[in-house]
């Protein structure tokens, strides 16, 4: 447990001033915010205690899309999200990141994505609509923009 949090701190100390606060995406590590993103999609999977291949497939396809990766980076990015969603003691670090580096049209598309992703096992959990609601707060959604999300995401797309 002592090891757990020393390396929780020492993962997210504020960092020394030669150092930037969020360093730069390279080939070995994806941009943190593509981590917080993909690590929120995978903590909206988790929540009915299912993670589905429907709801994995979701997930490579929207990182492929909305950040342009090849399918093995996204691959590569989903497994460092993952880590990253396991070791976290809340999503606020998460949360915070995008809150702060997207504006509200990149949050708007974020929210799209997590509702498609709630939706594409047919079903909505309790839990699912529950941390919806509180992502929303936490990432600073105007009021009634997580209905009209929703009601997008609800209907089929058109292929």
Do not use: N
């Given at each position: 447990?002592?090891?757990?949090i ?13 150092e ?21 999609l ?14 994995q497939d979701?997930?490579?396809e929207a ?8 399918a093995?980076m ?17 999503l ?11 504006d509200?049209?990149?949050?708007m598309?974020?929210a ?7 939706f ?8 699912e ?8 707060g936490?990432?600073?959604?105007r ?17």
């Amino acid at each position: 447990m002592l090891d757990s949090i020393k390396t929780f701190f020492t993962k997210h100390a504020t960092p020394v001033a030669s150092e930037p606060a969020h360093p730069a995406p390279t080939e070995e590590r994806p941009d943190p915010i593509q981590i917080a993103a993909c690590a929120l999609l995978l903590e909206l999977a988790h929540a009915d205690e299912e993670f589905t291949d429907a709801e994995q497939d979701h997930i490579q396809e929207a990182l492929m899309r909305h950040f342009d990766l090849p399918a093995a980076m996204a691959r590569e990015l989903m497994a460092l999200a993952e880590q990253e969603r396991r070791q976290a003691v809340d999503l606020f670090q998460f949360t915070s990141l995008i809150a702060e580096q997207y504006d509200e049209g990149q949050k708007m598309v974020l929210a799209e994505v997590m509702w498609r992703l709630v939706f594409s096992d047919g079903q909505l959990a309790r839990h699912e609509d529950y941390l919806m609601r509180k992502l929303s707060g936490l990432l600073g959604l105007r009021p009634g923009y997580l209905a009209t999300a929703k009601r997008r995401a609800a209907k089929p797309s058109r292929r």
